[in-house]
């Protein structure tokens, strides 16, 4: 049995001969309708075709009599007879499954699922019935109860045509461990040390059947942009997109069942999309950014809701993405162009500093209380609070970049093609130790990046784009396996200098990445300056600039003014060889006594010498 283009064929292997050829069940349908699944029951001797329309067509084989049954509004993905034919068990992209008796052509029990349905499949003993979904899981179904008794989940799959705006990845719980990533409707939480599904968040409006701007729009479907996580994982806080609308929520979680509770709903918390949020190390107190330049702080009252406690914003620039200190006291904003220091407990502007390779910032952290790393498109910046300025430029082709949670000052580079690369910060000096490639997956041409995140300080999570998780460790022996290296001579490929340390900057080729290294050695000084303000919070950077400021200001001052007394006593000493001389040979025009001239004391001792 099989089809093609809408033809069915039926051949008998015990007769070896054709049973029906028909090419006539979708004559009354829409010329776009095709067929999608087929099932054939041998008890009853019937055939089932479903088609992308919502079409079944029954066609009884023995007498040749055909009826239709339509329910499903959109494509009917699979079909299943029962072990006697005499029920019909169809799965659609509605996330219904119709359960059908054939002798009436009538739905006897429907039963929704989260997602829509791929495969069905019934027991003989017609008490079970079971389902795969698009979203990368099985459903098993009690026939008698009409509810599901078991399911197996993988990691879920989103099979959504995503907005462009929403580009949400996986976080891990700080908590548990667990891998978070959003999909339709849901936020799954995904235990990958035992590879189960511990639970999902089912998002939605709060109001959507009062709200009518909603129920106008064609699918009211919810797209969650940004999670994000207390330091203690006790609250999290997530971004979600509905049609042109966005809502902001904060749940706390539940030490009994290990979920989390919604607490507070913001509708349209900013006046246009939102580009950033987290929340500040350390606290409760949760920051986001919008396209429109507004720094909004939200914080917690006493029975776990959140509301806006300051707003700041810096001649409307569009707020790329953010930064908070590990001690929480300096914010760290990425524009167009620029960024901008800000005090986060009384959201004052610090300092700003221009920057013209910011116009494609994707992600901004810090890697200690003085420097932060900020991932563009073409390249990883990395900015110095110290100096106000980029001390080191990594062009590379970058989709995401991940700070080390310990803030050890290592840095991972997820590039353009999926290379993964570990940056160390505290190897600047040693050209060979800077960069390590972690992972290469040359056969990835699908276009789908892989998702990344940091398990702890030394592991990192990869979920491939089939949905298979790996644990990556940091401090692997081999940061290259066999199979992924290009042969002969990648070592020097990796590592293949193009300048020398004599110039001013100095440039090194890690496979397609350059770096450019600043004329002066950033470590030292930064080491020095921690030592003599470690009390110090920091937000005092900018004034600890300026006490340096003002030390090398007096300190060159004071070496002007050496250079100064330096020829003063030099043209006092050629004075007074000069006097002496006059004297020798002039006694009577001139007569010297240093004593009375009116010169610093330390002039006149050496003079008198």
């Known amino acids: ?317 569009e707020a790329l993405c953010f930064a908070a200190s590990e001690d929480g006291s300096v914010l760290v904003v990425v524009h167009p162009g620029m960024i901008s220091s800000w005090d986060v407990n009384t959201l004052s502007l610090l300092s700003t500093h221009s920057m013209t390779d910011l116009h494609f910032a994707i992600d901004a952290f810090f890697t200690n209380n003085f420097q932060v790393v900020i991932a563009n498109k073409k390249s990883v910046l990395v900015y110095s609070l110290l100096y106000e300025k980029v001390v080191l430029n990594f062009q590379v082709n970058c989709v995401h970049a991940y700070g080390n949670p310990s803030l050890n000052g290592e840095v991972v580079i997820q590039t353009l093609t999926d290379e993964i690369l570990v940056l160390d910060l505290n190897q600047i000096n040693d050209d060979k130790k800077l960069f390590k490639r972690l992972y290469s997956d040359p056969e990835n041409v699908s276009g789908t990046h892989l998702k990344i995140a940091y398990v702890d300080r030394s592991r990192l999570i990869v979920v491939a784009p089939n949905h298979h998780a790996s644990v990556l460790d940091l401090n692997a022996s081999k940061l290259v396996r066999k199979e992924d290296r290009e042969p002969e001579n990648e070592d020097e490929m990796l590592y293949k200098k193009t300048s020398t340390k004599t110039t001013p900057q100095n440039s090194y080729v890690v496979g397609h990445v350059k770096t450019m290294y600043y004329s002066y050695d950033t470590d030292r000084p930064q080491d020095a300056w921690k030592e003599l303000f470690a009390n110090s919070l920091s937000h005092s950077l900018t004034s600890t600039h300026s006490v340096f400021t003002t030390f090398m200001d007096h300190f060159t001052m004071k070496s002007k003014a050496s250079e100064e007394v330096g020829k003063i006593v030099q043209d006092s000493k050629n004075t007074a060889k000069m006097s002496n001389k006059a004297v020798v040979d002039k006694k009577d025009k001139m007569d010297i006594d240093v004593e009375d001239e009116e010169l610093d004391p330390e002039l006149i001792a050496i003079l008198k010498k």
């Not at 990958?192 to 106008?216: C, G, M, P, W």
């Open 1 to 317: 049995m099989g089809y093609e283009h809408n033809n069915i064929i039926i051949y008998s292997t015990v007769d070896d001969q054709l049973q029906m050829e028909n090419q006539n069940l979708l004559q009354n349908s829409s010329r776009a309708d095709h067929f999608n699944c087929i099932s054939y029951s041998d008890s009853s001797n019937t055939l089932a075709v479903g088609s992308s329309a919502g079409h079944i067509f029954v066609r009884y084989v023995a007498t040749g009599g055909k009826s239709q049954l339509r329910w499903h509004p959109v494509a009917v993905e699979a079909l299943c007879f029962s072990a006697d034919g005499k029920y019909l068990f169809s799965g659609s992209r509605d996330c219904f499954v119709a359960t059908w008796k054939i002798e009436t052509n009538e739905i006897y029990k429907l039963k929704k699922f989260l997602s829509p349905v791929l495969e069905v499949c019934a027991s003989q003993e017609l008490d079970f019935f079971a389902v795969r979904c698009n979203t990368n899981e099985v459903v098993v179904n009690d026939i008698t109860l009409n509810q599901p008794i078991t399911k197996v989940t993988g990691l879920y799959k989103d099979n959504r045509q995503i907005p462009a705006k929403v580009k949400c990845s996986i976080i891990v719980d700080p908590l548990n461990g667990r891998i978070v990533q959003t999909g339709s409707n849901v936020i799954q939480f995904y235990d990958f040390s035992v590879e189960r599904e511990d639970f999902k968040l089912t998002i939605q409006h709060k109001n959507i059947a009062e709200d009518v701007q909603r129920l106008a729009e064609d699918s009211v479907e919810a797209y969650v942009t940004k999670i994000a996580f207390s330091h203690d994982a006790q609250m999290m806080a997530t971004t979600e997109l509905y049609g042109t609308l966005i809502n902001l929520k904060f749940w706390l979680y539940n030490s009994h069942n290990k979920q989390y509770t919604l607490t507070t709903v913001v509708d349209s918390p900013h006046s246009n999309d939102i580009t950033d949020l987290k929340f500040i190390p350390k606290s409760q107190t949760c920051i986001s950014t919008c396209k429109s330049g507004d720094i909004k702080v939200w914080s917690m009252d006493e029975n776990h809701r959140y509301m806006c406690t300051g707003v700041a914003n810096h001649r409307n620039l």
